[in-house]
């Protein structure tokens, strides 16, 4: 069995030796770029979700350090989906080398954002998250750092991935950024968070209000990390929306204002971020299929050309 061709028995094999419990034959994929996740369904009914993780992406610490995260956020009463704890009281199962954990199933509408008190709920939680996460840290997760994390893609990147007649031009514009960027992080306190907080990992579970899913990116990083990918656009364009996040943030746990200038620069580290993310998975079948025209010229060119427009906006800001 290998990651790319997990096979029915294989799946269900794992999932019935961790839980030692029978489960149906039915088994149904979800879309995932990057792990391999599954809908089961036991004997009596309960429905589960299997998630195979993409080997060599995290270690074995950093998906405990999530699993820990998820669990922290539980104590404290934060609507979460945690792990199921196995026979043997872990959370984190594996199966001919590949690790794995099951979550029980929660159904919920994809968030939507209609008036003035969802963006107060919507700071409420994220502030009651960050409330959890600032307690301990996350020693085996990446930083979320211009310095660090960029720097480290951006390495990836230019040695593993661009053709050279394109490297120097990413390169160059790519250290410009990293270069104004680092600056405005040095000041601003590094937690626990999401780290991947927009719209479609918020389910809206209508009486029983929003559940946070998908902790899969989870890192140390500013908090205004879990605030800017839920704005509808540049923060010059949405003061409102701010104004409304922040008041309900801030009735939990004080934000720091001044790392809202760090939403441009967290925009462009999230693109060069999301180009190592697809390096990674490049010649995977699924990946191929999804995104046909990556690594063309026409490709890099474009990616180039982006990246200098958010440069702009990052020196504006």
Known sequence: MSFENLMPESILDAAEHALETRLTSLISPFPSYINRVYELRAADGDKMVIKFYRPGRWSREAILDE??????????????????????????????????????????RQLEINDNSDWCRLGSLIARMHLVGERRNAPARLTIEPSVSTASDLEHLYKNVIPPRFGNQYRDTAMRLIDISAPLFEDVRKIRIHGDCHRGNIMDRLD???????????????????????????PDACRREIELFLSGYERFRTFDRASLRCIEPLRAMRMIYFLSWCSRQAQDFQFRRNFPDWGSDSFWQKEINDLREQLGFVCEA
């Open 67 to 108: 699993h820990r995260f998820i669990f922290d956020c539980q104590e404290a009463e934060i609507p979460v989906v945690t792990p199921l704890c196995f026979k043997n009281g872990e959370s984190l199962g594996e199966y001919n080398g590949i690790s794995f954990a099951i979550f029980p199933k929660r159904s919920g």
């Open 208 to 234: 029983e209000g929003f559940l946070l899913i998908d902790f899969d990116d989870m890192a140390m990083g500013p908090p205004v990390q879990d605030m800017w990918l839920l704005l509808p656009d540049r």
